[in-house]
């Protein structure tokens, strides 16, 4: 076995690899986690910023309202 100053190396002085790779790979763990969580967030958020007129696309579009509801709301919505 090969020591340096009491510690031993392991891996034949190669150990030292190991370690610098394993908190690489913790960082970019990290550092994706991260990413994924503000990107999420973000979607989230933009999602719920729809216009009066997409709201109002979206009803039309699922039958909630007929053709001519949407044609009112919309000229309404664009008279503001």
Request: aromatic fraction near 14%; proline fraction near 0%; glycine fraction near 8%.
């Amino acid at each position: 076995m090969m020591h340096w100053d009491g510690f031993d190396m392991g891996f034949g002085g190669f150990g030292w690899i190991f370690m610098v790779l394993s908190w690489i790979i913790l960082i970019v763990l990290a550092v994706y986690l991260i990413k994924h969580l503000f990107t999420d967030r973000s979607k989230i958020e933009s999602s719920s910023e729809d216009t009066a007129e997409e709201i109002l696309k979206k009803r039309f579009a699922k039958g909630e309202i007929s053709k001519s509801e949407y044609e009112e709301h919309l000229r309404a919505l664009r008279q503001k």
